[in-house]
């Protein structure tokens, strides 16, 4: 006989969109797809049909190595890490036993976990994070918001993840956010805050995705002030998290992060001027007990959260 080779299916429901694959234990991943969310109505019906219709190619392929489904979904979460209680963008999945459903249709077993708790497990056990003592994971996509994960586990303090650090107020004569908070880090540095400063700088509707390609290329100077704008505000942010959470390590990830060194040096310069030596001098005089804090770009990419959706299943049969 074969030896067995173990398959997680992940599936991270975000947003603007939910993405899908295969995973093994070493953190690759194939079979990548993904779907429209499209859950900002009242009835989750349309959703499930096009993630069954999605997973259900994914258990086929997989099929007797899978060791189950592994969620990332966005929105705070209940304590029984079942339900989304606090999905801006996603209401039509607020309080809906999505793990119940998933397990209802495969019979097999299922973990779900806050979008920024999986994108932290995905990049401290499968990317940048690994041997990292405290790290924190800033996810940045159609919302926004860290985790951090403290000696190989997640620091959970309510709705499945560290605290709703995306709503950190950053400008409080700043737009509300969809959350109804002003000048929020999720409600400037999100998608839709990418787009409201593309609408006020081209003086017409241009997409994020647009946006971060064109800065990361680094030809059109009005995409790149953009996000170096939103670099700026994100150093701000992490600058305040960071007298929180003490970080040794900060990674960038998701969607946003892909706009790559304009993003990355705006957010070091920012974070630099507002902190100092605070954390060089608690290094340089405590005698280990602190570190400086390093700033970088997350290594899953846009993948970082189905990665982390699978991290559970495999620690629970001792992959991990």
């Not at 079942?82 to 039509?92: E, M, Y």
């Not at 002003?182 to 593309?198: F, Q």
């Not at 630099?272 to 280990?288: C, E, I, K, P, S």
């Amino acid at each position: 006989m074969s030896e067995r080779k173990p398959i997680v299916l992940g599936i991270d429901i975000g947003g603007t969109n939910t993405k899908l694959g295969l995973i093994r234990p070493d953190g690759s991943l194939t079979h990548a797809s993904k779907i429209p969310t499209e859950a900002r109505g009242n009835d989750p019906a349309p959703f499930f049909s096009r993630l069954f219709a999605a997973t259900d190619a994914l258990v086929r392929q997989a099929g007797p190595d899978l060791l189950g489904i592994g969620i990332s979904t966005h929105g705070e979460i209940d304590r029984e890490r079942r339900r989304p209680v606090i999905a801006g963008n996603t209401p039509a999945l607020r309080n809906v036993d999505v793990r119940g459903e998933v397990e209802r249709q495969y019979g097999l077993p299922v973990v779900m976990n806050n979008d920024l708790t999986a994108h932290a497990l995905g990049e401290y056990f499968f990317g940048c994070g690994r041997g990292i003592e405290r790290f924190m994971c800033l996810a940045m996509g159609t919302g926004l918001g860290a985790a951090v994960i403290v000696d190989g586990k997640p620091l959970i303090i309510d709705g499945g993840n560290s605290g709703n650090t995306g709503l950190i107020i950053l400008d409080p004569t700043g737009p509300r956010d969809s959350n109804g908070i002003r000048g929020s880090a999720e409600g400037l540095c999100g998608v839709p805050g990418i787009e409201r400063l593309a609408r006020e700088r081209y003086g017409r509707p241009v997409p994020a995705h647009e946006v971060i390609a064109a800065a990361r290329a680094g030809e059109d100077p009005v995409a790149v002030g953009i996000i170096r704008q939103i670099g700026t505000w994100i150093g701000q942010t992490l600058a305040s998290l960071s007298v929180i959470f003490y970080p040794h390590r900060i990674a960038l990830t998701g969607g946003t992060a892909s706009s790559g060194k304009v993003l990355l040096d705006a957010c070091r310069a920012q974070f630099d001027y507002l902190v100092g030596d605070f954390f060089r001098d608690l290094a340089a005089n405590t005698g280990g007990n602190f570190r400086d804090v390093e700033i970088v770009l997350g290594e899953g990419g846009g993948d970082t959260g189905i990665l982390g959706a699978a991290v559970e299943l495999f620690q629970q049969h001792g992959f991990l």
